[in-house]
């Protein structure tokens, strides 16, 4: 039974991003496809009808005609196309922009701990623990599934633990969170934690270890 909820689980997790998850912002290396139609008596910088792909370089930016450079890295797809429509309305009258993801970029991320194949991972950006997961070969018969720790590896370093026998058990997504480059997913034994050894290694010296010693509770 144990093996068809996780089955279930990783389906269900290929197929959408969580319940609740944030909305997708762009990130280096997303593609995308920009359109833009305008009024028949525009110069002709741009053509009536424009599709081209773009790509979100490492720095973040991308370039388009008469907008020039944008930091687009960190930016809901809903925010650049006005960042877009408002930078051409210099040029035209109420211009139609249609921006789409037609690619994703790759993030790498590193799963340790209680998995059959620890390693680092490239996952398509939007992939989840659950995809990590399954891409490490899922769990080991003594995995405790009700403390997994996602650092992200960013300002805070901040280890979130997360309860994954709920997901498995409901079939809940709230907490399939979705990863970032350079998150690390690290499962741990059955039995009690000793986090000087199995957690603190991936936190930077500016954490306080006793902030994640109530994970223990």
């Given amino acids: 039974m144990k093996k068809k909820i996780l089955a279930m689980a990783f389906a269900l997790a ?4 969580p319940a609740g998850a944030e ?3 762009l990130r280096p290396g997303d593609q995308l496809n920009i359109v833009v139609i305008q009024e028949q008596d525009i110069s002709s910088n741009l053509q009536n009808s424009q599709e081209t792909p773009y790509t979100v ?3 973040g930016t991308v370039s388009f005609p008469l907008v020039g450079e944008i930091n687009a890295s960190g930016m809901t797809v809903d925010q650049f196309t006005r960042y877009l429509r408002n930078g051409l309305s210099r040029y035209y009258v109420e211009p139609d922009v249609t921006v789409n993801i037609v ?4 993030i790498r991320v590193h799963v ?3 998995v059959k194949k620890p390693g680092t991972y490239e996952l398509t950006k939007g992939h989840t623990i659950m995809d990590a997961l399954g891409a490490s070969g899922g769990f080991t018969w003594d995995a405790a599934k009700k403390k997994v720790f996602l650092i992200h590896q960013d300002d805070t ?3 979130i633990k997360i ?5 498995l058990k ?3 997504l709230k907490d399939n969170l979705v990863l970032k480059e350079g998150d690390i997913l690290y499962l741990t034994k059955n039995g009690r934690i000793d986090f000087a050894r199995d957690i603190a290694p991936f936190l930077s010296g500016a954490y306080m270890i006793s902030e994640i010693k109530d994970n223990n509770d």
């Fill in 14 to 17: 290929s197929l959408a991003l």
């Fill in 23 to 25: 909305e997708y912002t």
């Fill in 57 to 59: 370089r490492p720095d």
């Fill in 103 to 106: 690619k994703l970029g790759g």
């Fill in 112 to 114: 340790f701990g209680e």
């Fill in 157 to 159: 370093n901040k280890a």
């Fill in 163 to 167: 309860n994954l026998n709920n997901m």
């Fill in 170 to 172: 409901t079939g809940n």
